[in-house]
Each structure stands twice: as structure tokens, then as C-alpha cells.
């Protein structure tokens, strides 16, 4: 069975945000829910400063205290190491969201894209309201509504569960890549068997040192950054004052 | 007891219920709650309630279980006041969960149980108790005391009362991301502010029946000041936890308590400090504040005003500060204030306890003691 990871060469990345567009289409996720995220920092003082991107995801922890923590195992672990989530389980107590030290667990609060079931016409008589649109498209939530999650998961999770990224495990289990790997313009995802001596994510993982989120909690994070992007120089000297 | 406070009390229930029927059919959305601050007030509830019932538990345990025969007066009214809050310690937990979807998802706890998980042991062992605690209840209420039932209830609810407890500071203790929770030493926190908050409802709900029914029998006055030390012991032992569970927080170079360090400066965590522990230690001090029924009853009632504040000081110390990519875009420190739903859950909550307790002191002759 493979153990799925993920390394992220923060070199190529540029920050574009795709990952997060492309898995909020890709997910259905409601407004404010983001499973693909960043983390930025601004560093130095001016006018010496610098800023740190960094995208962020569930990280599949090998030892996930989410998993240990959910009362009713509907957090799990599939055999290919994913992080999974079953609503049907889920009794919305909230403890893996205290027990996730990456923020990577959201709560569904109000019922998901309710935003969409409005019947105001923004312009009365000549643009669709945002429900009359939904229906225009035959979708379901909201026009944009992608029904390939429901393979393994709810398309749109119900009110009252929290949910979380599973590596697009509908995708994945059909020999596809994770969403946000698919749609980063610029390859800086790379998604393979960390059990697979010969896969693309050991041979990064070998050549180049590797950053996990959070190491000391002993969660052992599924997810790398390799080449931290630092485009500065400066001039060598024996020390400075 | 007047039909007013009855009605009153009616009335608290029907404004909780309404409140409690709007989150079972929209979901946690009526809280002020989101992803960062996602523990709030009605969690804070069931804390409190919980708690104060395993004090209670305790304390109606002193003459049967550890043999102090001199408390039996206090022993019925103590086990009463334990099965009303903790029903609605658990009222108020069930209500933080989700809409009437997700609560009937906890069928799940039988069908998929984790034996990993500290919140599964919670739920399950409280389910338990509270169920042990009633028929404790009904074997002292008929004066079944020392049948085998009664016996076994007895010893039953306290254990039950002790493992409970336990699975309660362990879903805060083991919570590694969040030290802000104060880890193992939530276990000693607890002990001791739920032995104190019992004792506080205890002493509050006595002397408001004394002096609603003319005043303390003779032969209960030394009982009563012996529970009045105890109290006063008890605060004083809260109020050492206090200043050690502070001095950690303030110390430790952990950037995580940093929550804690900014609900220190904020108005609740004074209410906590003041009114829950310090003005009421001041007080009970005071032999002649302490031996006064009015003193000991505003000193009862600011412990547990406090108290409650302190369970949400607790929720809100290891949230305000957002953890991991959910920093991202939200200032360092979150702020939080309860909906009028939130509200309506506590107030669902009390009005029900009281109600209870009230139906309790009309009805079931609460001073009762062995034949």
C-alpha cells in the first residue's frame, strides 16, 4: 500500500493562490472554509525586509492526533495514509479542531453556500438571482458544484460536521492527483509514495533538506518544503559591528 | 416557594428551550463561535456544571461512602443539587455539537467507539454517572440509605464521579497543541475548583432554603459551621491553584500563553480572581461575616458567578490566539462575545437546575437523614 506525502519546493512556488482557488472549486467548500491555505511572514525592519510564503494543507500526520483524538473514528486513516473524514460519524464535538496544531480542520456552522439561495435579482428583470442561477445550471449548492467528491466523501458537507482536506481522495483512489498539485501552475507540488523508494517525492526528500510544520509535537507531518526561496546576497566580511 | 419564582423559573425554561430548539434546527451557526474561538460559552456551561456536580457528588458521598455520619443532613440535598447540574452540564454539552443531525450521529459513539480517545471515555462514563447518580437519588429518596441498592449507587456515583472527572481533565490534558489548557495540571485545577464550586452551590442552596423556611434547625449548626470551614479551606486551596495556574501562564517562555497572558488583562479573568475567589476568601475569613446567613449566601454566590467565569477564562485562553495557517489574516489575538443563543443555553441551563432543585425542596424534603 502506498503512504501519500507531499513536497512542496517553496522555489517554484509564486504565491498565486491557485491551490486554494483550485481546491475550494474542486471541494465545493463553503464561504471562509479553506483546506489548501498559506501561512505569510514579514520579516526584518525596514527597509530591510522580507516575506516568507508558505502554502499550507492538512499535513497527514503519520502519527495524527486528530485521529486519536475523535471519539467516533470519524477521523481516519486510510490504507494509503490519508487523513480521511466521514460525516455520517462525525457527533461535531470539535476536539480534533483542539487537538490539530496546524489549523487545517474546519467546522461547517451555517449550512454551506446558503449564500446561494437567495432570490434577489441584483438587477430585477435582467440578472439571475444567486438561487435562480443554481438552478439555471441544474446544480446543486451553488453553480459551480463539482459531484466527483461524492466517490468517498459528501460533495458538500452538512451543516453541523467539521471537514478537512483528504488529499482529494476521490481523485486519488481514481489515479489522479490531488487537486491543488493538478491546478499549481507551477509544479511546486510534487505528490507520491513516501514507501516508494524510487518516487519523485524520496528523491526530493534525498536531495535536498526538508522543512515539516511543528516537528517537535511528534505528529510526524506528511507534508515538505524543500529550497526555502531566498533570492538575497550580501557581502561576505569577518564579521561586522 | 412562591408560585412567582416557580412562574419565573417556567418561564427561564421556556425562553431556553425555544433557544435550545433554534440550534437543533440551524446549528452552532447562532453562536458566536467560528473556527478559532470554536469552544465558547455553552462548552464554558458544561464545564462549570460538571464540575460543580462532582463536588456535589463528593460531598453528599461524606457520611455513606467515607463514613462521616455527622453530614447525612447535607448528604440528600447534595445529591439532588449533583443530578441537576449535571444534567445540564451535559444539556449544554449536547447542545454545542451541531443541529438535531449531527446529535443523532452520536449513535456513533456505540457503533464506532475509539477507546483512544479521552472524549469518548468523557461521554461515555458520563452517560454512566449521570444515570448512577439518579438511582442514587431515588434509593436515598426513599430511605433505602443502607440497602444493598443504595450502598452500591452510593459507591458507584463516586467512583463513576472520579473516572469521569478524570476522562474530562485528560481531553484537556493530552490536548498537546494547545498548552494554553495547562496540560496535567488541569487535572489538580479541577479537583480543586469543582470540590469549591460544589461545595459553593451546597452551602448557597442550604441556607437560601433555611431562610426561606424560617430558619437552620438547632441541630444542624454545627454541622453547617463545620461546612462553612470547609469552605472557607476549600477557597483558600482554590485560591493557591489560582495564583500557581497564574504564575505558570506568566512565566512559561511557551509563545502558546501568550492566550493565556492576554485573557489575564480581560475583564473575566478579574471576575474570576475577585469575585470568585479573593473577595469571597476575604469574607468567609471573617468569623461574623461567616457565621451570618446573608454573608455566607453572597459569598456562595459570588464563588460560583466567578467560578463560571473561570471555566470560559480556561476555554478562551487557549483559543484566542489562533494557531497555525488560521493566523493567517486575523489579528494576533481574537475577540470573543457571547450571542443572545449562547445566553439562552445558560439561562436554559439555570432556570432548569433551579427549577429542579426548587421542585426538589417543595417536594422531596431534602434535610432527610436515615431513620
Known amino acids: ?85 466521514d460525516p455520517d460519524k462525525c457527533i461535531g464535538c470539535r476536539y480534533c479542531m483542539v487537538n490539530c496544531p496546524y489549523g487545517a480542520v ?13 432570490n434577489t435579482e441584483i438587477i430585477p428583470g435582467c440578472t439571475y438571482s444567486p438561487r435562480g442561477l443554481v438552478n439555471a445550471v441544474d446544480a446543486k449548492g451553488w453553480p459551480i458544484f463539482n459531484p466527483d467528491p461524492d466517490v468517498n466523501y459528501k460533495a458538500i458537507r452538512p451543516t453541523g460536521v467539521i471537514e478537512k482536506c483528504h488529499f482529494c481522495l476521490h481523485r486519488v483512489e481514481a489515479g489522479d492527483l490531488p487537486y491543488c498539485v493538478e491546478v499549481c501552475p ?14 519523485k517525492v524520496n528523491e526530493l526528500l534525498g536531495m535536498f533538506r526538508a522543512e515539516q510544520l511543528r516537528p517537535e509535537l511528534g505528529t510526524r507531518p506528511k507534508v515538505f518544503y524543500i529550497r526555502e526561496f531566498c533570492p538575497c546576497a550580501y557581502e561576505p566580511g569577518k564579521g561586522m559591528i | 416557594m412562591s408560585k412567582l419564582w416557580f412562574g419565573l423559573l417556567g418561564l427561564g425554561v421556556l425562553v431556553g428551550l425555544f433557544t435550545a430548539l433554534t440550534v437543533m434546527s440551524k446549528g452552532l451557526g447562532v453562536y458566536n463561535a467560528n473556527d478559532i474561538t470554536f469552544w465558547v460559552l455553552p462548552m464554558a456551561g458544561y464545564l462549570f456544571f460538571a464540575l460543580t456536580a462532582a463536588g456535589l457528588t463528593f ?36 447542545l454545542d455539537l451541531g443541529p438535531l443531525s449531527t446529535l443523532l450521529n452520536t449513535i456513533n459513539l456505540a457503533l464506532s467507539p475509539n477507546f483512544m480517545s479521552p472524549i469518548w471515555w468523557m461521554a461515555v462514563l458520563y452517560g454512566i454517572y449521570i444515570t448512577v447518580v439518579i438511582i442514587k437519588f431515588y434509593f436515598i429518596h426513599k430511605n433505602k440509605w443502607h440497602s444493598i441498592g443504595g450502598k452500591t449507587s452510593g459507591l458507584l456515583a463516586l467512583l463513576l464521579m472520579f473516572m469521569s472527572y478524570t476522562a474530562l481533565s485528560i481531553v484537556f490534558g493530552t490536548a498537546d497543541a494547545r498548552p494554553a489548557f495547562f496540560g496535567h495540571f488541569t487535572a489538580v485545577y479541577f479537583a480543586v475548583t469543582a470540590l469549591t464550586s460544589g461545595m459553593a452551590v451546597l452551602v448557597l442552596a442550604s441556607h437560601f432554603h433555611f431562610a426561606l423556611t424560617g430558619g437552620m434547625p438547632k441541630e444542624q449548626k454545627p454541622i453547617f459551621d463545620n461546612v462553612s470551614k470547609m469552605f472557607l479551606g476549600l477557597l483558600g486551596a482554590a485560591l493557591f491553584i489560582f495564583i500557581l495556574r497564574a504564575v505558570i501562564g506568566h512565566t512559561s517562555l511557551q509563545e502558546a500563553f501568550d492566550g493565556f ?17 479573593i473577595i469571597p476568601f476575604v469574607m468567609m475569613i471573617i468569623p461574623s461575616v461567616r457565621n451570618s446567613r446573608a454573608g455566607i449566601i453572597l459569598a456562595s454566590s459570588f464563588v460560583l458567578v466567578g467560578m463560571f467565569f473561570g471555566r470560559l477564562v480556561m476555554l478562551l485562553s487557549a483559543q484566542v490566539k489562533p494557531v497555525g495557517n488560521l493566523a493567517e489574516t486575523r489579528p494576533e489575538f481574537v475577540s470573543y462575545f457571547p450571542s443572545m443563543h449562547e445566553f439562552g443555553i445558560i439561562l436554559l441551563a439555570l432556570s432548569l437546575s433551579l427549577l429542579i432543585y426548587s421542585i426538589g425542596v417543595k417536594y422531596l424534603r431534602l434535610e432527610a437523614t436515615p431513620e
Open chain 1, 106 to 118: 474546519n467546522y461547517t456552522w451555517n449550512k454551506p453556500h446558503q449564500e446561494w439561495e437567495d
Open chain 2, 59 to 94: 460531598l453528599s458521598s461524606l457520611p455513606s461512602v467515607f463514613g462521616m455520619k455527622q453530614y447525612y443532613p447535607i448528604a440528600k440535598r447534595a445529591s439532588l443539587l449533583a443530578g441537576a447540574t449535571l444534567l445540564v452540564g451535559v444539556m449544554c454539552k449536547g
Open chain 1, 1 to 85: 500500500m502506498p503512504n501519500y506525502a507531499m513536497v512542496i519546493d517553496l522555489q517554484l512556488c509564486t504565491g498565486c493562490g491557485g491551490c486554494i482557488i483550485g481546491c475550494k472549486n474542486e471541494n465545493n467548500l463553503p464561504e471562509g472554509v479553506r483546506w489548501s491555505n498559506k501561512i505569510t511572514e514579514t520579516l526584518g525592519r525596514f527597509p530591510h525586509v522580507r516575506y516568507h510564503y508558505r502554502p499550507t494543507l492538512c499535513n497527514h500526520c503519520e502519527n495524527a492526533p486528530c485521529v486519536r483524538g475523535c471519539p467516533t473514528r470519524a477521523l481516519y486513516k486510510t490504507k494509503d495514509g490519508i487523513t480521511a473524514h
Open chain 1, 186 to 199: 507551477s509544479n511546486a507540488r510534487v505528490f507520491g509514495d513516501l514507501d516508494d523508494p524510487n518516487s
Open chain 2, 261 to 277: 497572558r492576554h485573557i489575564a488583562g480581560s475583564g473575566i479573568y478579574n471576575i474570576e480572581m475577585w469575585l470568585g475567589l
